[in-house]
């Protein structure tokens, strides 16, 4: 069986992306970053802006994504568009 190895720079790349992906949705979808962060059961905007523009390495968990899937009204594979 094939060993798979991921760079911490192929990483950050990744949570880069799927939190542009949620941008580019979430503001299709004219839904402020606080009203997603309310939505998922967040106080403050904080986990949603961060993980967005990948700021202090924060990033989308799988229970953060199935959540904003679901707010977003998109299945949970369009925030992993674009990632080779």
Do not use: P
Request: aromatic share 4%; with cysteine; charged share 25%.
């Amino acid at each position: 069986m094939k060993e798979c190895t991921v760079s911490q720079s192929q990483l950050k790349s990744i949570y880069k992306t799927i939190g542009n992906n949620v941008k580019t949705i979430r503001k299709s979808k004219n839904i402020s970053q606080l009203a997603l962060s309310l939505a998922i059961g967040h106080k403050a905007v904080g986990t949603v802006s961060m993980a967005e523009i990948g700021l202090n390495n924060k990033h989308f968990n799988i229970e953060h994504l199935v959540k904003i899937a679901d707010v977003l009204e998109v299945d949970v594979c369009e925030f992993f568009k674009e990632i080779k």
